[in-house]
Each structure stands twice: as C-alpha cells, then as structure tokens.
C-alpha cells in the first residue's frame, strides 16, 4: 500500500465526461490499496473567464476579491469530483485550501505556500476516505482566500504530497511525460523515463511547459518523487511499466538516474524581449543604475551582455527580460536616463531563447562549442549567451526557432 497524491490540470476536468474518466483512474489506485488524496485544477477555461470578469467590473480592483473570485473554479472541480466518486462507490470528501489550511504569505494573486498542517488530511486518509483538494488556493495572513498564481495546482500537489509524507506525487497532464523538447516542434523528440530536479527546473524555467517552476522547487527541496502521466491513457490499462514505476517521466533526486546523458533536453521561449542602452558611461556603479530600478519594478532581468569600450569612457549593456514586460521595462529605463546616462535605447521583441540542458555538462567538455558551431553552420546569429553549470542558453532571432531547436535536438544526439 501506498500514499499517493494525483493531481489533474485544466484540460483532464474539462467537463463532466472527463472528470468520470478523473474518477476512474482514483478508484483504480482506491482499489489497488493506496490512500489518495486528489488536487484538482479549474475546468478548463473557467479561470480565464472567472479573470475576466474581475477586470470587466473593475480595471483596478481589490486583489483579495481577484481571489474570492478565481478561487471557484477549484471549488467547483473538487465539488464535482467527489460527487462522482461517491456515485462511484469510492468514499470522498472535497476539501478547499483554507479547510486543510494551507497557509501562504499575504501577496494574493501569487502567493507562496508557507505551511501545510497535513495530519487531518492524514487521518481522512488512512480511515479509507480520497481526500479530493482544491488547487492553485490556500489561506493568508488575514484570514481570507489566497491564489498561487497560474499553474499553482502543480504547487499545490507538490505541498500536500511533502505534508502528508506522500510516497509520490502523480502530475496528471495532456502528454504522457518530459520529451527532450517539444514533439511539436521536433517529430523525432522522445519521452524522457528520468529527470533530475535540477534538470526538471531548468527546463520549467526556460520555456517547458510541463510543470510550474515552484513545484519543480519545492519537489526538490522536500524529495518529493514525481511523476509526470497522462490523465488521457486509459484507466483501465496496464499503469505499471517493467521497472515497477507508472507509465511516464519521473522527476527524481539525481541520485536515481544511473546513466545520465550529457544533455537531456533542449528547451525554447519565446516570452523574450531585448533592450539595448548604447553609449552609457563606462564606470563604478553603472550596472547598479540601470538595473536597480528594474528589480524595484518587480521586472526579472535575465541575459546581461556588456560590452568593453575600446576608449573605456562609454560601453553598451544588453538584456532581456519577459516580453510582457518590455514596454514597462523600457518606460523605467527611459525615466532614469539623468541617473544612467545614455544616448539611446533600443529593443526587439522579435527573439526566442533556446536552451541547451543536462546534468551531464558537469563533467563533458566542448558542450557549448558544439552548440555555437552547430548554429553557426546554419547560419543562426547569437545576440546573447548565458550558461550555468547544467544549461547554455542562447538569444536568436525568433524566425529560426525551429530551426535551431531541430538542430541541436540531433547534434547531441536526442533524435528518437
């Protein structure tokens, strides 16, 4: 017997046939002998409409009533599962986050999970009762609703698992695990059995749209085994695969992947935007100035390239940060020109970062030569590079994304 968290997203409750379908694959672990609790997402689109109608009633308003607002798709999910659970013959209780409670920080409309107080859920669960919890909600400081931001259940899912000393957490989604890059842009990229953590949040953070960011994290920080399924497979077909591990990819400790590639996946976003500031005054401080306001406006930063002078009295600083946040980024830039000391400022939105990931990289030489040799033979500029000990990430115009992708998915190797 186990203890197993399942998590189904937006498109696995979709509407009623589909949460009949969510049903089936609970009872079948209920009857394998597992405790389950369940964490449930909005029916799809539920949550764009529900935030549509708060900026309809008011372009500025209350971000406490934003959350008593979308917090009801989840209610409604976790309401209609355990109804037809109970049709069903499987004992269920919905429960919503301030009942369990997760507690989170007071930044409503994003906030972050800060404690989970597990053991009513504990004992629901080892009486024989599927707890079925509302996702992406938890209580804050003040007593009312808190939402975690988009792709909070996948938090969610995560935090209840580490609360309740879960022996897994299953993220049940539209594909049936992590591919070595999107299947959509490359027709021979192939499902990953195993990702390391820190592999898994590279890929999150750098346009991987399998899992959210914070539950990547808080899945490494709690060990939190995870597997990424498909809540489309049939219920009733074989859920084991040979090693005794469910059919998927499982997110795991490094430690439990014995072979590890050089590189595990190649990763793009096109949530790019570059602002170049030309001819800025090359001293002490300049940087400080330039990105101080940024990071006061709550913008991410992420690619710096500064460029040497050859006079060494002016230089030029390049970076990106999410296209969402270019025109805002431009307007703090522009408002501290007497502070920074500029000629001019220029941008594109027009890019797309490609990313180069494995854990293998540690301990391979050559890994980005082979990644700038390969681009450069299809004739791909590179605006801007950064690395880190598992990753190279490049800026390119975004006309050659599947290109570069493509490319780099055969150059190591990854082409199924």
Same mark, same amino acid.
């Given at each position: 017997m186990a203890r197993l968290v399942m998590k189904f997203g937006g498109t696995?409750?979709? =509407?009623?046939?589909? +949460?009949? %379908?969510?049903a089936r694959h609970v009872k079948r672990e209920v009857e394998a002998g597992n405790? *389950?609790?369940? $964490?449930v997402s909005a029916m799809a689109g539920v949550t764009n409409t529900l935030v549509g109608y708060t900026r309809d009633a008011a372009a500025l308003h209350d971000a406490r009533e934003y959350d008593a607002v979308v917090a009801s798709g989840e209610q409604v999910t976790s309401g209609l599962l355990a109804i037809v659970l109970q !049709? @069903?013959?499987?004992?269920a209780r919905s429960w919503q986050g301030w009942q369990i409670p997760i507690r989170t920080n007071e930044a409503h409309g994003a906030a972050r999970i800060e404690s989970i107080e597990g053991q009513t859920l504990i004992e629901r669960l080892e009486r024989g009762q599927v707890a079925v919890c509302a996702g992406f909600q938890g209580v804050a400081p003040d007593n009312r609703l808190a939402t975690l931001g988009r792709g909070g259940s996948d938090t969610s899912a995560v935090a209840i698992a580490a609360a309740i000393q879960a022996d897994r957490c299953d993220i049940y989604t539209d594909?049936? #695990? *992590?591919y070595t890059t999107d299947p959509r842009v490359v027709a021979k990229a192939t499902r990953l059995e195993r990702v390391a953590f820190e592999e898994m949040l590279e890929m999150a953070s750098l346009g991987a749209k399998v899992l959210q960011v914070r539950s990547v994290e808080m899945a490494m920080v709690h060990g939190v085994r995870t597997f990424v399924r498909s809540s489309? =497979? !049939?219920? =009733?077909?074989?859920?084991i695969s040979a090693d005794g591990t469910p059919v998927g990819t499982l +997110?795991? !400790?490094? !430690?439990? +992947?014995l072979e590890q590639q050089v590189v595990t996946g190649i990763a793009y976003s096109k949530d790019e935007a570059q602002i170049s500031i030309r001819n800025v005054a090359d001293k002490p401080g300049i940087a400080s100035r330039v990105f101080g306001p940024l990071a006061? #406006? %709550? +913008? %991410? $930063? =992420?690619m710096i390239v500064q460029n040497i002078s050859p006079d060494g009295k002016t230089t030029d600083i390049t970076f990106t940060v999410p296209e969402s946040d270019y025109e805002r980024a431009r307007k703090v830039i522009e408002e501290n020109v007497e502070e920074i000391g500029f000629e001019n400022i220029e941008g594109a939105t027009d890019v797309v970062k490609v990313s180069v990931i #494995? @854990? #293998? @990289?540690?301990s391979h030489a050559g890994v980005a030569a082979q990644c700038f040799e390969g681009l450069a033979e299809k004739g791909i500029n590179i605006r801007a590079i950064t690395t880190s000990e598992i990753k190279i990430s490049v800026l390119i115009d975004s006309a050659y994304t599947e290109l570069a992708v493509r490319t780099l998915h055969s150059l190591y190797g990854l082409d199924g």
């Open positions: 696995s409750v979709a =509407d009623l046939e589909r +949460i009949r %379908n969510v405790q *389950v609790a369940v $964490v !049709d @069903m013959g499987v004992e594909v049936d #695990g *992590v489309f =497979d !049939d219920p =009733d077909a074989p859920q +997110i795991c !400790d490094e !430690d439990e +992947i006061e #406006g %709550n +913008i %991410n $930063v =992420d #494995g @854990m #293998g @990289m540690r």
